[in-house]
């Protein structure tokens, strides 16, 4: 079973450019969630999706935008990249309802900002 | 709002030696509670959760974690160390009353083990 797949797994970008970063889950959840990981921060929310077609604002949300293409499908872009969002994003998947399931995570995108 | 406390950003320990990561929550109302384990390079893996009955919970790889209520904690012991524990690990927490709710993690021990 693939679970949560992340693209890409690195990417090296010039400050101003802009990227999308996709995720795709296969376990039929409704829950998308994007998160960055920084070292000695542990990991922030960016932006959740509870359900199809609607999205939320997490901690840290400047400087994103989401779009929850379809039940499977929930992608994170960066308009235009600044050296402080280098990191690593995460993305995760749930399925509905109950706050006592786990969240299911991709492998990451390493994403480094010049 | 929920937080979650891990003292230690570091923990280093002897191959089978006790691993003791702690970790504490801030909550209004016990909350549901997650450990997460992160090896080098991958996403994180489930190690065990907490929601309601017994709160001894026994997880993957040996681990077990302690619900206290009236400490607000929620412990992760392994009885005795092996090199491929070596990880980051985290804790995590759900607001139980919320439907479609969100985690909120701790800021992650790294556990080293050493030979």
């Known amino acids: 079973n693939a679970g949560v797949t992340q693209t890409p797994k690195f990417q090296v970008l010039k400050t101003g450019q802009s990227m999308t970063l996709q995720c795709a889950q296969d376990m039929n959840h409704n829950s998308m969630y994007w998160y960055r990981q920084d070292p000695g921060m542990g990991l922030r929310l960016i932006y959740y999706s509870a359900s199809e077609g609607t999205t939320d604002k997490g901690e840290v949300p400047n400087g994103y935008n989401v779009s929850r293409l379809n039940k499977r499908e929930f992608s994170l872009r960066l308009e235009s990249a600044a050296p402080s969002q280098t990191s690593v994003y995460f993305c995760?998947?749930?399925?509905?309802?109950?706050?006592?399931?786990?969240?299911?995570f991709g492998d990451g995108t390493r994403l480094s900002i010049l | 709002a929920q937080s979650v406390t891990q003292l230690g950003s570091h923990v280093s320990v002897s191959e089978g030696a006790l691993v003791l990561l702690r970790c504490n929550y801030s909550s209004s109302v016990p909350p549901y509670l997650f450990w997460y384990v992160q090896y080098p390079n991958q996403g994180l893996q489930l190690l065990l959760k907490y929601t309601t009955g017994a709160t001894l919970v026994k997880g993957i790889n040996g681990f077990e974690a302690e619900f206290k209520k009236s400490e607000t904690s929620f412990h992760l012991t392994k009885p005795s160390a092996h090199m491929s524990d070596a990880a980051e690990y985290f804790c995590?927490?759900?607001?139980?009353?919320?439907?479609?709710?969100?985690?909120?993690f701790g800021e992650g021990t790294q556990l080293t083990v050493n030979p």
């Open positions: 995590a927490v759900s607001d139980r009353e919320t439907s479609g709710s969100r985690l909120t």
């Open positions: 995760a998947s749930r399925s509905i309802g109950d706050s006592n399931q786990p969240q299911h």
